[in-house]
């Protein structure tokens, strides 16, 4: 199947997080797996950072696009959201609305919606509501953005980047440009990644085989985990990340009788068609 | 494979309940669903009714003979705990871990932990213990089951069936004779079947296709549900029965997204291997 | 007791909901019921119902006066929110309080504070928090609402309707004339409609005598559940409908003991005069 | 109607607890209020009180019997349970089984299911199972009760008493004689009174007009009440008590906008027949 | 050590709550203890009171003002945020940062996240991600509050009290001007006051010994205490106030052996160095 | 002071678990932490473990010393109750009952009361209700143990070892012959350790500097631990242990921002006397 420049194709999977390496802290392993099982995976980043303590916006942009490559996603984006200012608005919701009529995800990952960090639960509802205003048929997004916004996107504070395509588009034409006249889209199912909230998952993802990836993932944001003194009380030490990463994976991963692994919070009870092919042994 | 009658093959799923009917009512077209996956299935039912209001245990007996065969159960037997005096002793636990170590399920369906009938929430606790024990390579059941037991084997006060062998073992040979040396088993899984209390399952199998034939699995208990004098006031009138069990079935599918469903609950997290093939939808 | 246009019978209850049709599928029958036992009803619809797959909101409107009158409510209006739209600001919050100042409701029923469509849970939470303000005596509220408000409601955009007073008030007299200087009002009760989120409910209300004239009700919306082509994937089929309806009445009745009925949550504890008078069968 | 002597007046509430005192700590102005409404109550502690610090039990039966003029209950026994041995065996049900046989109440208060005391929480189960036991047509309790126990009971180490009834039947005939062919009992509805437990109730029972009565029912435990030095570390001083009972019946009635009352938890939803009859302000 | 003005001495303890006269029935005791010890403790409250239905905001200040000096607070400060419309925005968050970061306080106590009053649960929310917002260092919070409020401030809406220094800073000086340029600081500790709410607690603060002053903080509320026609049926009468504060103090007490408490929640997990050091007898 | 022989010093903190090794790995560092705090420990093995599928009981007796010695507890034994049988009847709890008794206790920790393991939970309750027990001052415990149990305590079929008292009593005379006369005794406080089961933690132990300690005394148990046929599939292999047994601790520690931590629930609520010294940062 071909598809025109106007209908990209869709993504399998799309995590939408506050920060830059949110996502890689907390479902990076599963988003890796997904892109080694075909599916075409996506990072939407709300942020860019410009809060952090350590390290700069354009520092960070630069960092998650190598984690993106580390993590083999299709494509990722950063929305101007102000960082430590994610609001549940009418216009946050239609941005991100867009994007998700653009990308056309069958999957989104949310962040949680309890936690320490203001910026994250806010995500998880904001998140939540956007994934139901692009299935609106009658919604039309481009009308109901106010034109301040329009205008901004002329010049993309954002950036958008197609990862394993081989014909790139720029991000102005690909994020923006043709959600004109997307038509409705409403993603099939939503997952929260829960591991930054000590909350019991509903299942978690092997990640054993992705572990290593996903911790380079990690150590690519150089900018906020190599040894300095900026937060030097807030940020683990270099050296302690692999071991505090590794306690959180093998926690989640003993529940389940595997080695690593992600924790997910999905609402909806679960449908099963075969009893004997349910994993995690019972006793 | 050959297999010796010393070593009857394993069921894959086994239900354990303590009254016949009651795994008709609660995990029936589940059970019917897998025997037409092709799964040996089974049924333990702990009593023999004696206590019921209506009809006798031989009834029962001839009943749930019937009602077997329209859920195309492989094996089904009754024990001779004392209806309405379902107790977790340890005889109680050794008689159901020889058959546990006899049937060697893979899945084990036992009823919910909390419910309105004393016997069922025993059964629950029962059942789980007795997994336990059938487990311990060091148990040796014969011995430690009380020979007074024994003896009352002899005349054996319950029976099992297979209806699905083409060489049936009577039930003296088949329930008690071989377990004398039988190796420890341990189930890898055990589900909860909680239609009968009011607790959000953790998942729900599909029965729209099996539900025809599990209401007349229920209906197959001729002395229970006839329209009759005794025990007018607690059981529903033959023909909202059908109503009954519909909107049972209808409420539990409709929290998946499908027709006609029976509701599980599992104390283990989940682990899914491919986020896009999670069935049910979020929004 | 004479009672002048300037004050008008008080509501004994009034349901507060996001869309049209969304009481006549949580607490219609219910609704209907405290009718016939002879209080006052009403409904407020929030918006208009512009955003929904199918139909216009003029259709909707026309519809909504239908189920009205087959409800047997007293009084039904439509605010203004935008439809998908429906946000807790201080605005919505003194438009809902205004209304409630006028119709002096005993009773509320709101939407349960979870659920998959963000106006439903917003609407519970706004609900809420314009049942606390109505009653502040020191808030003056014509003054509190936005010039731009008082301007449009010049031209009502919303429509009320009287539907059992002799003499009817038009909507501008009725509604929102009057309402600048009518005294603080607070229900005495809010509970919330949960037929559309799987949770327990405190309690439930039979409705086994109204349920045929609440499914007419839903009916009554005929450009939303008329087989057709739009939305088909999100509306079940004319046929189903009945058959879901009565399912989920069915259960909610049979947690009680009878046949059908509608749940509702409420945050308060019980008190109770009478033991030997708490309805339904505990064993 | 005129009852023979073979079919006591059913009793519309019984009080079921551990030790003596328990009821009147936890329900006792429920109980007597109940009474004031014309209801025929009762109270059956299950153990002697020979296990406490303080007093014999003699002591107790005495006191007990005080207690129960003050909250006018109709009738009142003790069983020969060990105090502090209260277990849930298949005698002990049988025994409450015959109890409630004979007495019929509409509705049981049972201790809550947790608890910081054995006994308590131990009730709790055994008097739910004992319910369920009373009203299986085919128990035949006597001949299900063990010989020795027949035997005792010629020596009644039970005593029972009937407050009420001008012609009082001693505990020996009363209690147990007819008991042989009582038919089938099964309570409407179980209650839990919680004051025990820091749990929320359900409801609760306003107790404000037998607050001083229920008071008096508890100091006429004077051998437990009365300052002196054994114990003196478990017990509150005699002044303390009534602070210590006020403040829980305040803080129970306020959570229901009463001055005092008494919780309780059921496991049922509740069925309401008019919206504008429920108590209890929400806002 | 000497503090120059700039650098007001931190609080320990610092209470936030929507209304004047909130923090003396939730906390009251336990901040009195706090300054007891020897701390330094805080009151902010956000709204002058202006929505009460007794009383005016300017007669709230003087009662708060002797509320504080009984409660030996060392701080007290009233923001301008409207009584009756306490929301979680940006510019009302910064406003909290301000003060956190100049009162730098390690414990923050916040209203329980659930509650009767929006303005209660909402500041919850509000002073939680305040608290937050404080210790991002790169946020520069006078650039970031709203002109408008700038200049606002120049006429102080809002009175800021130092109870306890000799000498005096202006509210003006003391408690706007140095927040131009003061580090970020983020409090080490964030309990819930859960008084208004009936939520089991975390742990409770003993207040036997400060009870009657917190009483008298209470009733320095005059126009709010004092009985009188407004308001009537929704404030106790005066004599009433101490049995009811008396109770709840000693109902949360007893559960925790002592004889009046204040009721906290935490979200965090405790740490214990020494387990024969943890208080409240278990059995 | 002096204590005779008869009145052996109390212990500070007693574990109680079903089986030799489960106190090492739930709670093993917390007892060290409390022997180098000072405190006198100790460990109640209900069993000898000879249902183990590797070693056998002696080889566990000899390894449960050696743990002993490694977490410098101060007294251990073994209960002779069967393995995989642990039950909550009379006679066992009295058997725990005359143990605390005699060790006197002013903490005891017990397993969680839920579990996958049938011995572990029923241990939780049967440790609690011993606990009730044995501080019953009218209970005479050694005439309320059966005849057979007291004559088999001639044949010691436990063995206490007191490890760290210089004149060291043989368990027959320590641990059972003077407990005839002994006085009640309740302990102050149970915790519960829940490291087996997942469940949010009331608080954890900080166990970091007793980290390497306790993962020797789990090494201890050399039969169980030491690669081998036997339980293969049962059991992690040797190196493999380190990496659980520190991905657990460090998960419970990253709650409370240490390293390595052990997690327990308790029951009852905190008390806190000093905001500012509550442990563990909140944001």
């Known amino acids: 199947m071909t598809r025109s420049p106007d209908h990209p194709i869709p993504l399998d999977v799309l995590a939408i997080a506050a920060h830059r390496d949110d996502v890689e802290q907390t479902c990076g392993g599963t988003l890796l797996k997904m892109a080694e099982h075909g599916h075409r995976t996506g990072i939407l980043d709300l942020t860019q950072g410009e809060m952090g303590t350590r390290g700069t916006a354009q520092d960070r942009a ?3 696009a190598d984690a993106a490559r580390i993590l083999k996603v299709s494509w990722r984006q950063a929305l ?12 946050n919701r239609l941005k991100l609305a867009r994007i998700l009529r653009a990308q056309r995800p069958r999957v989104v990952i949310l962040p949680y919606w309890k936690g320490r960090h203001p910026d994250h639960y806010t995500t998880s509802i904001l998140g939540y509501e956007a994934c139901f205003l692009a299935g609106l048929s ?4 481009e009308s109901a953005l106010p034109a301040s916004h329009s205008e901004r996107s002329e010049e993309p504070a954002s950036e958008g980047h197609d990862f394993r395509r081989a ?46 990836a996903r911790l380079q993932s990690i150590y690519a ?22 071991d505090r990463v590794a306690a959180m994976a093998r926690f989640y991963g003993m529940l389940a009788g595997v080695k690593y692994a992600e924790p997910f919070v999905q609402k909806e009870v679960g449908l099963v068609d075969d009893l004997t092919a349910i994993p995690v042994k019972s006793i």
Do not use: C, M
């Open 62 to 64: 630069r960092e998650a």
């Open 138 to 141: 009658k919604l039309d997004i």
């Open 80 to 91: 101007d959201l102000p960082d430590g200012r994610v609001e549940n608005t009418w216009e």
């Open 167 to 212: 014909k790139k588009t720029s991000s102005k034409e690909g994020a923006l440009a043709p959600e004109g006249n997307l038509p409705p889209h409403r993603p099939f199912k939503l997952v929260y990644a829960s591991l930054y909230h000590d909350v019991r998952p509903t299942f978690v993802v092997e990640i054993t085989a992705q572990f290593e």
């Open 221 to 242: 944001y150089k900018s906020q985990f190599t040894d300095q003194e900026a937060g030097r009380n807030d940020f683990p030490a270099h050296d302690d990340i692999r």
